[in-house]
Structure formats: C-alpha cells, structure tokens
C-alpha cells in the first residue's frame, strides 16, 4: 500500500506478484486484508480510527516513509509505533527488491555435528560430547577437508539462505565453511573465511523459482583441538531483521552463542512484557501472534541453542539478556516496576531467573522449569528416549563435562536455587501454573514456593491434570487469563 503522493506503479517497474495498492483507504476495511510494505509517501489527513485501522494491518518494521512525510502527531505517532524506517535509496531499487525483502513467515534449522561426516582421510581422535558437539584433532599446515555434509541442503525457491556455524578451536588453528550450490546443471561455490564468519553471511545464491541444493565442506588447517557444533541456517533479511523484519541477534564470538529478540512497540503504553520462547526445533521467534494481540510493547526472546534451545543459561545469556530489557525499558521510559516476565515450559527458566534479578513487577510461567539436572535424571527412567537435548545441556553446564553423575546433576540443580536466595523477590508476583504429574521438575513449584513464600511480593499457583506437556491448551488459556488479570488489574488496561 502506497498512501500520499504520485502512484508509484504508473512510473516505476513493479515485480510480478506484487499487488500495488495506491490511497485505497477502502481496504482498511476488509477484515482479511494485510499488507507486507506500507509506504507513506507524503503528509496525510487520517482520523485517529483510520491511523488504529492501518496499525492492525501492518506489521512493525514493514513501514517506510519518505523524507518530509513525518507529518502531524498522529502521523508521528503511527510511524513510532511501526518503527518506520526512512527511505533513502533509489525507489525503482527499493521496489524491485520488495520481493526479496518484504515476505510472509520465517523459518529457520539448526544442522548438528551428527549429520556431517569427518573425512575419510582424516587420522586424528573423535570425541562427542554427546550430540551437541564432537572433538577434533587439527594437525596441517595446508587447508584439508575435516567433514562435509551427509546430504545436500534444500533452498527454498525464491529464498537465501544467512548461516552462522558454532565452532571453537585452539589458537593455533584456522577454519573455512565452503557451499557448493547445485541447480539444473549449473554450479557456483561460495567459501568463508573465520574473519568473515565473526557475524552472519548470507549465502548469495541466485534468487529463482528453481529448486537448489547447497553442500558443505568445512575445511582447517593448523594444529591443535577444534569443537564443531551446530551450522545454524535462516532465511535470509538482508541487513532488515532476523527471522523477520525488526529481529535482532546478539552474538558472542567466543562461544559462539547467539541471542535473538524482537520489539514491538506496541502502543508505547506500560507495561513491557517479556517472553522468553519454549523449547523448538524450528529456529524462529515463538509467541508473536499471541503477544502482538496484547497490543502492549513486548520482546519476544529465543534462545536458539542445541536442538531447540538451551534454557537461556551460560555467562553470554546472564550478561545480554538484562542489557536487551534495560534498553528497552529506557526506549520506552519505563522501569522495572512496569516490566512483565513470562514463559512457558522451557521459557520460565528465563522469566523467573531473569524477573527476579530486574525486579520485574510480575512474571508469569506456565510449567515451570528450574531443576536442570533433575530434567536430565529422569530421562533414564521417567522419560525414556525423550528430550535428550537434556544431557547436552546438563554437559554444558556442569563444573567438569566428563563427569555426569547424580552429584554433578544435583550441583546443576542448585544453580536456580541460588539464585533464588540471593534476588531480591520484594517487588514481583509470582504467577505460576503447573502440571500434577509433571514429568520432567516434578518439585518445581515446591521449591519455588519454599524459597519465595513470604520474600516476594505474592504468589499464585494453579494445577492441571497430567504430565508436562499434556494439556497444553488448557496452560495457554490459563497463561493469556493471568496476562489480562495484570493488565487489567495493576496497568489500567
């Protein structure tokens, strides 16, 4: 949708797909209607109701406006809330690339180590640390191929693809991703050095209709240990987003961990809510439908890890993840006391850890999980052949890797318990729903509730039937219940 000066369709070339709509106030109307780009060209005259219309039908980061198009307050206003970005580019380039840029969905996989296979001329030790990661020995001083993917990657049509691989190595040794794509008959191969892999790279594989096929070839040299983990793989944004257009990504070029966040301002008015996504195998931001329904400014927080997360846990995640709230809470001109926390399932680890530590006035977590060794403990026998991303995390974490026994697990376990001692409760509620036979932290809410009852400003629970992921429904409709209590009842909303 363009809206405000000359129509754009009848000078520029338009891509084919694109569905150009020029002043058609009309569609605000249409209840199914959206729009992927909203471009302000000019200064309008809107009413409020039709600037609230035009919000439900775009989303944040999707608006441009022109220099010169800030316009009146409520012009203003709706451009803050969208997080519109001025246009400066050539419009018939930026129109061309609508396509490449402004497009429906994320998606996002994580390829483990287990799908890459080590050179058959490779002479040195192999070591798994279970399956989040396998051991090398580097011994070259020219480049060799280590390993190579098993099986060719799909591109999706009309897509690119940014890649960041978790690695570690001795100083003494160097690394290099290379993809060979393959479309038809046709070949092109794209390589990566280590100093370009200190951010995302998108692989610039022709943009076409066509089905492609990527391989991977990891090639070192040097002499030393080298730690290959995940190759993480996500449609690209170009600079726009991560995931989607507005998403950000933190690394860390030591560990390679990664966090990802998204903010929408919403209607700029108390509370920011926080919620930190559950464990899932699809990289991608978990809740954005369900929060923006809100419309409240939230942050939507992944953490991206392993198979489908890593429980927000480690030094990389304590020290950004208060730095994202903090700068948000300072982008609004909020404070803590008008800070929401919430999660569920794998996500609760974060909103209680993270809650109490900002002294948030509420945090809300369904399922609560807090006990991570026992969560690996009772894969033996409670939950046999189910999440064993537990034990990837549990050898993370632990003091000494190699050693993964019940005291280790319950020195894991102590972890949240400590931090619960030492936060200061005063000022949160805790708001807490937990499954009767929950098979992964059957003692959640009893520790909770021993170490907070009395300290934090109130707690209330509430129990379903069945084990932790049964049920999973009736957790959702308690989850949204408790959000429009807070809402209602300490923000006026």
Not at 181 to 207: C, D, H, M, N, W
Not at 231 to 240: K, M, N, P, V
């Amino acid at each position: 949708m363009q809206l405000g000066g000359e129509d754009w369709s009848q000078t520029l070339r338009i891509p084919a797909g694109v569905q150009w709509y020029f002043n058609d106030l009309a569609q605000l109307k249409v209840k199914k209607m959206r729009f992927e780009l909203l471009i302000i060209a000019d200064q309008l005259e809107m009413t409020p109701v039709e600037w609230e219309q035009l919000h439900a039908k775009v989303d944040p980061y999707n608006v441009v406006f022109l220099p010169g198009a800030a316009g009146d307050e409520l012009q203003q206003y709706f451009l803050a809330r969208t997080q519109a970005r001025l246009l400066k580019s050539d419009r018939q380039a930026f129109v061309s690339a609508i396509p490449q840029y402004y497009y429906v969905g994320q998606q996002g996989m994580g390829i483990g180590p287990d799908a890459f296979s080590v050179s058959p001329s490779y002479q040195g030790s192999q070591r798994w640390k279970d399956s989040a990661a396998l051991e090398l020995t580097v011994d070259s001083d020219d480049w060799e191929p280590l390993a190579n993917l098993r099986t060719n990657l799909f591109v999706d049509p009309k897509r690119q693809l940014t890649v960041w691989p978790v690695f570690q190595h001795d100083a003494n040794v160097e690394i290099r991703y290379r993809f060979v794509l393959v479309y038809g008959s046709e070949r092109q191969t794209y390589e990566f050095s280590e100093a370009q892999l200190q951010k995302p790279q998108v692989i610039p594989t022709p943009i076409i209709a066509r089905n492609q096929f990527l391989s991977v070839i990891i090639f070192v040299k040097g002499h030393g240990q080298i730690t290959l983990g995940n190759l993480e793989l996500r449609w690209a944004r170009y600079g726009l987003g991560t995931f989607i257009n507005g998403g950000q990504a933190w690394q860390d070029l030591e560990s390679r961990d990664e966090v990802q966040f998204f903010f929408n301002p919403g209607d700029l008015r108390p509370p920011l809510c926080v919620y930190f996504a559950g464990y899932h195998s699809k990289k991608s931001f978990e809740g954005y439908f369900m929060m923006k329904k809100m419309k409240v400014p939230y942050l939507l927080i992944t953490d991206s890890r392993l198979e489908g997360g890593a429980f927000y846990t480690g030094p990389f995640f304590n020290q950004a993840v208060p730095k994202i709230i903090d700068q948000h809470l300072q982008l609004l001109g909020f404070d803590h006391t008008q800070l929401v926390m919430s999660g569920i399932s794998m996500g609760t680890y974060g909103a209680i850890k993270f809650g109490l530590r900002q002294k948030a006035h509420a945090v809300i977590a369904a399922k609560p999980l807090v006990h991570l060794g026992t969560i690996a403990q009772r894969s033996r026998l409670a939950r046999p052949d189910e999440f064993g991303t537990s034990f990837d995390l549990a050898r993370e974490l632990i003091a000494a890797p190699n050693e993964l026994d019940e005291t280790s697990l319950r020195q894991l376990d102590q972890k949240i318990i400590d931090a619960l001692i030492h936060e200061d409760a005063s000022e949160t509620s805790l708001n807490l729903a937990y499954m009767f036979d929950d098979d992964y932290d059957p003692n959640a809410l009893a520790v909770l509730k021993k170490h907070l009852l009395g300290r934090a400003r109130q707690i209330n629970y509430y129990g379903l039937p069945g084990r932790h992921n049964d049920d999973s429904s009736g957790m959702i409709k308690w989850f949204l219940r408790q959000y429009e209590r807070v809402l209602k009842e300490d923000f006026g909303r």
